[in-house]
Protein backbone atom coordinates (compact mmCIF):
# COMPACT_ATOMS: atom_id res chain seq x y z
CA UNK A 1 0.00 0.00 0.00
CA UNK A 2 1.46 3.41 -1.10
CA UNK A 3 0.89 6.73 1.00
CA UNK A 4 1.48 10.14 0.01
CA UNK A 5 4.52 11.39 2.11
CA UNK A 6 6.43 15.10 1.87
CA UNK A 7 9.37 15.88 0.54
CA UNK A 8 11.58 17.19 3.94
CA UNK A 9 15.23 17.74 2.11
CA UNK A 10 16.42 17.15 -1.50
CA UNK A 11 20.59 17.19 -1.61
CA UNK A 12 23.00 17.25 -4.42
CA UNK A 13 25.65 14.64 -3.32
CA UNK A 14 27.48 14.06 -6.73
CA UNK A 15 26.71 16.30 -9.94
CA UNK A 16 24.27 12.75 -10.91
CA UNK A 17 22.99 11.70 -7.74
CA UNK A 18 20.80 13.00 -4.71
CA UNK A 19 19.90 12.11 -1.30
CA UNK A 20 15.54 12.66 -0.68
CA UNK A 21 14.35 12.68 3.16
CA UNK A 22 10.50 12.08 3.08
CA UNK A 23 8.76 13.01 6.08
CA UNK A 24 6.88 10.69 7.73
CA UNK A 25 3.88 11.53 10.24
CA UNK A 26 2.92 10.41 13.61
CA UNK A 27 0.14 8.16 12.23
CA UNK A 28 2.67 5.96 9.98
CA UNK A 29 5.44 6.25 12.29
CA UNK A 30 5.62 2.83 12.93
CA UNK A 31 4.53 1.88 9.57
CA UNK A 32 7.62 3.09 8.02
CA UNK A 33 10.23 2.01 10.32
CA UNK A 34 13.20 0.53 8.81
CA UNK A 35 15.56 -2.31 9.38
CA UNK A 36 19.32 -1.42 7.85
CA UNK A 37 19.18 -2.58 4.34
CA UNK A 38 15.88 -2.66 3.49
CA UNK A 39 14.39 -0.42 0.07
CA UNK A 40 11.74 1.67 -0.49
CA UNK A 41 9.39 1.60 -3.56
CA UNK A 42 7.52 5.14 -4.98
CA UNK A 43 5.39 5.55 -7.96
CA UNK A 44 4.60 8.69 -9.96
CA UNK A 45 2.03 8.55 -12.85
CA UNK A 46 3.85 10.40 -15.59
CA UNK A 47 2.01 10.67 -19.06
CA UNK A 48 -0.84 8.68 -17.99
CA UNK A 49 1.56 5.68 -17.28
CA UNK A 50 2.53 4.52 -13.74
CA UNK A 51 6.04 4.78 -13.01
CA UNK A 52 7.50 2.64 -9.71
CA UNK A 53 10.81 2.65 -8.90
CA UNK A 54 13.13 1.45 -5.52
CA UNK A 55 15.62 3.12 -3.91
CA UNK A 56 17.79 2.13 -0.69
CA UNK A 57 17.41 4.05 2.58
CA UNK A 58 20.85 5.02 3.64
CA UNK A 59 19.99 6.98 6.98
CA UNK A 60 19.78 4.80 10.03
CA UNK A 61 17.37 3.10 11.91
CA UNK A 62 15.83 4.52 14.59
CA UNK A 63 14.52 2.36 17.81
CA UNK A 64 10.74 1.88 19.20
CA UNK A 65 9.50 4.99 19.90
CA UNK A 66 11.97 7.58 17.74
CA UNK A 67 10.88 9.34 14.23
CA UNK A 68 11.91 7.25 11.61
CA UNK A 69 13.87 9.22 9.02
CA UNK A 70 13.77 8.02 5.86
CA UNK A 71 16.57 9.30 3.65
CA UNK A 72 17.27 7.69 0.53
CA UNK A 73 20.29 8.24 -2.58
CA UNK A 74 18.81 8.66 -6.11
CA UNK A 75 21.54 8.09 -9.00
CA UNK A 76 20.61 9.58 -12.72
CA UNK A 77 19.67 6.25 -14.74
CA UNK A 78 20.59 7.52 -18.18
CA UNK A 79 16.59 7.41 -19.76
CA UNK A 80 15.33 7.17 -16.31
CA UNK A 81 12.08 8.80 -15.55
CA UNK A 82 12.27 8.82 -12.45
CA UNK A 83 15.38 9.22 -11.65
CA UNK A 84 15.48 12.17 -14.07
CA UNK A 85 12.62 13.63 -12.25
CA UNK A 86 14.24 13.73 -8.99
CA UNK A 87 17.44 15.16 -10.13
CA UNK A 88 16.36 18.14 -12.25
CA UNK A 89 12.41 18.65 -10.55
CA UNK A 90 11.82 16.99 -7.23
CA UNK A 91 11.80 19.53 -4.40
CA UNK A 92 10.82 20.24 -1.16
CA UNK A 93 7.36 20.18 -0.48
CA UNK A 94 6.27 18.08 -3.21
CA UNK A 95 4.31 14.50 -2.28
CA UNK A 96 5.62 11.69 -3.69
CA UNK A 97 3.56 8.42 -3.03
CA UNK A 98 5.94 6.07 -1.02
CA UNK A 99 5.60 2.23 0.09
CA UNK A 100 6.63 1.16 3.33
CA UNK A 101 10.13 -0.48 3.52
CA UNK A 102 10.76 -3.81 2.63
CA UNK A 103 13.29 -6.25 1.22
CA UNK A 104 15.60 -9.24 3.14
CA UNK A 105 19.06 -7.64 2.52
CA UNK A 106 19.60 -6.81 6.00
CA UNK A 107 21.84 -6.32 8.70
CA UNK A 108 19.87 -5.96 12.20
CA UNK A 109 22.84 -4.94 15.30
CA UNK A 110 24.37 -7.53 16.86
CA UNK A 111 27.99 -8.14 18.27
CA UNK A 112 30.27 -9.68 15.55
CA UNK A 113 32.63 -8.64 12.71
CA UNK A 114 31.11 -7.63 9.25
CA UNK A 115 32.11 -6.51 5.93
CA UNK A 116 30.93 -4.66 2.98
CA UNK A 117 32.28 -4.86 -0.74
CA UNK A 118 30.32 -2.32 -2.62
CA UNK A 119 29.94 -0.02 -6.12
CA UNK A 120 28.53 3.32 -6.75
CA UNK A 121 25.54 3.79 -5.22
CA UNK A 122 25.67 0.18 -3.51
CA UNK A 123 26.89 2.09 -0.72
CA UNK A 124 23.34 3.18 -0.02
CA UNK A 125 21.89 0.31 2.02
CA UNK A 126 25.34 -0.21 3.58
CA UNK A 127 25.81 3.21 4.57
CA UNK A 128 22.52 2.52 7.03
CA UNK A 129 23.79 -0.83 8.12
CA UNK A 130 27.44 0.75 9.54
CA UNK A 131 25.91 3.48 10.84
CA UNK A 132 23.62 1.57 12.61
CA UNK A 133 25.22 -1.19 13.45
CA UNK A 134 28.64 0.83 15.09
CA UNK A 135 25.83 3.05 16.74
CA UNK A 136 23.72 0.35 18.20
CA UNK A 137 26.08 -2.33 18.99
CA UNK A 138 29.47 -1.70 20.53
CA UNK A 139 31.36 -5.40 20.05
CA UNK A 140 30.94 -4.71 16.62
CA UNK A 141 33.23 -4.00 13.90
CA UNK A 142 32.43 -3.33 10.08
CA UNK A 143 34.89 -3.21 7.00
CA UNK A 144 33.81 -1.21 3.88
CA UNK A 145 35.40 -1.89 0.73
CA UNK A 146 33.82 0.39 -1.84
CA UNK A 147 34.27 1.21 -5.35
CA UNK A 148 33.64 4.39 -7.50
CA UNK A 149 34.68 5.61 -10.87
CA UNK A 150 35.74 8.91 -9.53
CA UNK A 151 35.82 10.77 -6.27
CA UNK A 152 34.23 13.60 -7.66
CA UNK A 153 31.30 11.07 -8.31
CA UNK A 154 31.66 8.95 -5.01
CA UNK A 155 27.97 8.83 -3.23
CA UNK A 156 28.13 9.75 0.65
CA UNK A 157 32.00 11.09 1.04
CA UNK A 158 30.95 13.02 4.35
CA UNK A 159 28.32 9.98 6.02
CA UNK A 160 31.26 8.05 5.54
CA UNK A 161 33.69 9.98 6.21
CA UNK A 162 32.28 10.70 10.15
CA UNK A 163 31.56 7.23 10.84
CA UNK A 164 35.54 6.67 10.19
CA UNK A 165 35.96 9.75 12.84
CA UNK A 166 33.66 8.51 15.28
CA UNK A 167 34.32 4.84 15.00
CA UNK A 168 37.73 4.56 14.05
CA UNK A 169 38.68 1.52 15.82
CA UNK A 170 35.69 -0.63 14.62
CA UNK A 171 35.30 0.85 11.20
CA UNK A 172 37.73 0.15 8.17
CA UNK A 173 37.80 1.84 4.97
CA UNK A 174 39.05 1.21 1.72
CA UNK A 175 38.01 3.19 -1.38
CA UNK A 176 39.21 2.14 -4.73
CA UNK A 177 38.73 3.91 -8.05
CA UNK A 178 38.51 2.47 -11.08
CA UNK A 179 39.38 5.67 -13.58
CA UNK A 180 41.73 7.74 -11.06
CA UNK A 181 44.63 7.38 -9.45
CA UNK A 182 45.01 8.17 -5.91
CA UNK A 183 47.40 9.72 -4.13
CA UNK A 184 47.61 6.97 -1.50
CA UNK A 185 46.02 3.91 -0.77
CA UNK A 186 44.90 1.14 -3.50
CA UNK A 187 45.99 1.68 -7.25
CA UNK A 188 42.91 2.35 -9.59
CA UNK A 189 41.25 -0.53 -11.41
CA UNK A 190 38.17 -2.44 -11.66
CA UNK A 191 37.33 -4.88 -8.36
CA UNK A 192 36.78 -8.17 -10.04
CA UNK A 193 37.36 -11.52 -9.00
CA UNK A 194 41.02 -12.31 -9.63
CA UNK A 195 41.35 -8.98 -7.86
CA UNK A 196 39.01 -9.28 -4.74
CA UNK A 197 40.60 -12.88 -4.30
CA UNK A 198 44.29 -11.64 -3.59
CA UNK A 199 42.88 -8.04 -1.66
CA UNK A 200 40.47 -9.66 0.67
CA UNK A 201 43.04 -11.89 2.67
CA UNK A 202 45.29 -8.86 2.84
CA UNK A 203 42.49 -6.79 3.99
CA UNK A 204 41.22 -8.62 7.46
CA UNK A 205 40.80 -12.44 8.33
CA UNK A 206 37.78 -13.62 6.12
CA UNK A 207 36.66 -16.60 7.28
CA UNK A 208 35.80 -15.37 10.69
CA UNK A 209 33.98 -12.40 8.69
CA UNK A 210 30.10 -13.03 10.31
CA UNK A 211 28.75 -11.81 7.13
CA UNK A 212 29.63 -10.74 3.81
CA UNK A 213 27.19 -7.99 2.32
CA UNK A 214 27.83 -7.53 -1.38
CA UNK A 215 25.70 -4.27 -3.15
CA UNK A 216 26.14 -2.80 -6.51
CA UNK A 217 26.16 -3.84 -10.16
CA UNK A 218 25.98 -7.50 -11.22
CA UNK A 219 29.69 -7.97 -12.64
CA UNK A 220 30.79 -6.09 -9.17
CA UNK A 221 28.63 -8.57 -7.12
CA UNK A 222 29.06 -11.57 -8.87
CA UNK A 223 32.80 -11.34 -9.06
CA UNK A 224 33.04 -10.97 -5.02
CA UNK A 225 30.69 -13.77 -4.45
CA UNK A 226 32.82 -15.94 -6.44
CA UNK A 227 35.88 -14.54 -4.91
CA UNK A 228 34.19 -15.23 -0.92
CA UNK A 229 33.36 -18.71 -2.38
CA UNK A 230 36.69 -19.67 -3.49
CA UNK A 231 37.93 -18.72 -0.78
CA UNK A 232 36.03 -20.59 1.43
CA UNK A 233 33.31 -18.39 2.84
CA UNK A 234 30.41 -20.56 3.63
CA UNK A 235 26.80 -19.59 1.13
CA UNK A 236 25.13 -18.07 4.36
CA UNK A 237 27.36 -16.03 5.16
CA UNK A 238 26.94 -13.97 1.99
CA UNK A 239 23.75 -11.82 1.37
CA UNK A 240 24.19 -9.64 -2.22
CA UNK A 241 21.80 -7.01 -3.58
CA UNK A 242 21.73 -6.05 -7.14
CA UNK A 243 21.42 -2.37 -8.62
CA UNK A 244 21.92 -2.78 -12.47
CA UNK A 245 21.83 -6.17 -14.67
CA UNK A 246 21.06 -4.27 -18.26
CA UNK A 247 24.96 -4.37 -19.53
CA UNK A 248 24.71 -7.63 -21.18
CA UNK A 249 26.25 -9.32 -18.65
CA UNK A 250 23.58 -10.63 -16.35
CA UNK A 251 22.89 -14.20 -17.76
CA UNK A 252 19.04 -15.03 -18.53
CA UNK A 253 17.34 -18.60 -18.54
CA UNK A 254 16.72 -20.78 -21.57
CA UNK A 255 13.07 -19.70 -23.09
CA UNK A 256 10.58 -22.95 -21.92
CA UNK A 257 7.66 -23.87 -24.01
CA UNK A 258 4.47 -22.91 -21.83
CA UNK A 259 1.42 -24.97 -21.80
CA UNK A 260 -1.13 -23.78 -24.40
CA UNK A 261 -3.86 -23.32 -21.73
CA UNK A 262 -2.30 -22.83 -18.39
CA UNK A 263 -4.30 -21.09 -15.24
CA UNK A 264 -2.88 -19.22 -12.62
CA UNK A 265 -4.64 -19.23 -8.94
CA UNK A 266 -3.19 -16.57 -6.89
CA UNK A 267 -3.91 -15.70 -3.30
CA UNK A 268 -3.30 -11.90 -2.01
CA UNK A 269 -4.65 -10.25 0.89
CA UNK A 270 -6.79 -13.01 1.68
CA UNK A 271 -8.68 -13.03 -1.37
CA UNK A 272 -8.07 -15.70 -4.51
CA UNK A 273 -8.73 -15.79 -7.95
CA UNK A 274 -7.78 -17.89 -10.80
CA UNK A 275 -7.00 -16.67 -14.33
CA UNK A 276 -6.27 -17.40 -17.89
CA UNK A 277 -2.64 -16.91 -18.55
CA UNK A 278 -2.15 -14.90 -21.61
CA UNK A 279 0.64 -15.73 -23.94
CA UNK A 280 4.14 -14.52 -23.41
CA UNK A 281 2.81 -12.75 -20.18
CA UNK A 282 4.83 -13.00 -16.88
CA UNK A 283 2.76 -14.26 -14.16
CA UNK A 284 2.35 -11.07 -12.32
CA UNK A 285 1.23 -9.47 -15.70
CA UNK A 286 -1.45 -11.90 -15.18
CA UNK A 287 -2.56 -11.02 -12.04
CA UNK A 288 -2.26 -7.80 -12.57
CA UNK A 289 -5.24 -7.51 -15.33
CA UNK A 290 -7.46 -8.47 -12.48
CA UNK A 291 -6.03 -7.22 -8.96
CA UNK A 292 -4.21 -3.98 -9.51
CA UNK A 293 -2.97 -3.98 -5.99
CA UNK A 294 -0.69 -6.98 -6.56
CA UNK A 295 2.97 -6.36 -5.26
CA UNK A 296 5.64 -4.88 -7.31
CA UNK A 297 8.28 -1.99 -8.20
CA UNK A 298 11.22 -2.83 -10.74
CA UNK A 299 9.64 -5.34 -12.51
CA UNK A 300 13.40 -6.58 -13.78
CA UNK A 301 14.04 -9.39 -11.20
CA UNK A 302 15.86 -6.94 -9.12
CA UNK A 303 13.84 -5.61 -6.13
CA UNK A 304 11.69 -8.77 -4.96
CA UNK A 305 8.56 -6.84 -4.43
CA UNK A 306 6.81 -9.29 -6.31
CA UNK A 307 7.86 -12.47 -4.11
CA UNK A 308 5.19 -15.33 -3.77
CA UNK A 309 5.33 -19.09 -2.48
CA UNK A 310 4.38 -21.56 -5.62
CA UNK A 311 2.36 -23.52 -3.63
CA UNK A 312 1.58 -25.98 -7.05
CA UNK A 313 2.61 -26.27 -10.14
CA UNK A 314 5.69 -25.50 -11.75
CA UNK A 315 7.26 -22.36 -13.16
CA UNK A 316 10.55 -20.82 -15.28
CA UNK A 317 12.07 -17.57 -14.03
CA UNK A 318 13.84 -15.45 -16.44
CA UNK A 319 16.26 -14.24 -14.39
CA UNK A 320 16.71 -13.76 -10.20
CA UNK A 321 18.46 -11.25 -8.58
CA UNK A 322 16.66 -10.72 -5.50
CA UNK A 323 15.71 -13.91 -3.65
CA UNK A 324 18.73 -15.72 -2.10
CA UNK A 325 19.11 -19.33 -2.42
CA UNK A 326 17.98 -20.56 0.92
CA UNK A 327 14.09 -18.69 -0.38
CA UNK A 328 14.17 -20.13 -4.13
CA UNK A 329 14.91 -23.73 -2.77
CA UNK A 330 12.05 -22.69 0.43
CA UNK A 331 9.67 -22.41 -3.11
CA UNK A 332 10.01 -18.89 -3.24
CA UNK A 333 9.48 -17.09 -6.60
CA UNK A 334 9.52 -14.11 -8.58
CA UNK A 335 6.14 -13.48 -9.97
CA UNK A 336 7.57 -10.68 -12.24
CA UNK A 337 9.74 -12.94 -13.96
CA UNK A 338 7.89 -16.57 -13.76
CA UNK A 339 6.39 -17.85 -16.52
CA UNK A 340 3.96 -21.10 -16.21
CA UNK A 341 5.96 -24.19 -17.22
CA UNK A 342 2.94 -26.49 -16.19
CA UNK A 343 -0.88 -25.74 -17.29
CA UNK A 344 -2.03 -25.01 -13.73
CA UNK A 345 0.16 -22.58 -11.33
CA UNK A 346 -0.52 -21.45 -7.95
CA UNK A 347 1.12 -18.80 -6.18
CA UNK A 348 0.42 -17.12 -2.95
CA UNK A 349 1.62 -13.76 -2.12
CA UNK A 350 1.07 -13.89 1.46
CA UNK A 351 3.26 -16.10 2.71
Known sequence: MFHPLRVGAVEQLTDDSVAVTFEVPPELHETFRHTPGQHLAVRRVMDGEEIRRTYSICSPAVPAGGVPVLRVGIRLVDGGEFSTYAL??????????VMPPMGRFLLPPRPGHFA???GGSGITPVLSMAATLLADEPDAR???IRSDRTAASTMFLEEVADLKDRFP???HLVTVLSREEQQSGLPSGRLDRERLTALLPALLPVADVDGWFLCG???LVRGAEQALRG???DRGRIHQEIFHVDDGSAPVAAPVVAPAHASLTATLDGRSGTWPVQEGE????TVLRSRADAPYACKGGVCGTCRAFLVSGDVRMDRNFALEPEETEAGYVLACQSHPATAEVELDFDR
Open 142 to 144: FCL
Open 231 to 233: LGV
Open 88 to 97: KELAVGDVVE
Open 282 to 285: SLLE
Open 169 to 171: DRF
Open 116 to 118: AVV
Open 217 to 219: PFG
